[in-house]
Nanobody
Framework: VQLQACGGGLVKAGGLARLSCLAS????????MGWFRQAPGKEREFVAV????????YYAHSVKDRFTISRDNAKKKVDLQMNKLHSEDTAVYYC???????????????WGQGTLVTVSS
């Protein structure tokens, strides 16, 4: 499956942004979908994941209650709504597709190219 992430940009602290990841190729609904991020000089980290049906989602503690992951299997799309952004949320955000729900960047089968979100303080 090919993944294309978009929606990044420059956002003021306290503001919001919405990322989208569009999939093509294999059956989108066969995969759990995740969002990860990598800040400058840091390792890639888990942000959120949603299961195949969209009925369950999990979040990193740092984004819980601020970010919301959702998916539309008919449109082959997964979104990440980010509210109350902090400067610490500045990172390149990646979407990923995988057979298993794993809150780490390992064992995910496909990755998008990443989209940069910069939060200005």
């Amino acid at each position: 499956v090919q993944l294309q992430a978009c929606g990044g940009g420059l956002v003021k602290a306290g503001g919001l942004a919405r990322l989208s990841c569009l999939a093509s190729g294999h059956t989108f609904s066969d995969y759990n979908m995740g969002w990860f991020r990598q800040a400058p000089g840091k390792e890639r980290e888990f942000v959120a994941v949603i299961n195949r049906s969209g009925g369950a989602s999990y979040y990193a503690h740092s984004v819980k209650d601020r970010f919301t992951i959702s998916r539309d299997n008919a449109k082959k799309k997964v979104d990440l709504q980010m509210n109350k952004l902090h400067s610490e949320d500045t990172a390149v955000y990646y979407c990923a597709a995988g057979a298993e729900i794993v809150p780490t960047p390992v064992n995910w089968d496909y990755w998008g190219q990443g989209t940069l979100v910069t939060v200005s303080s």
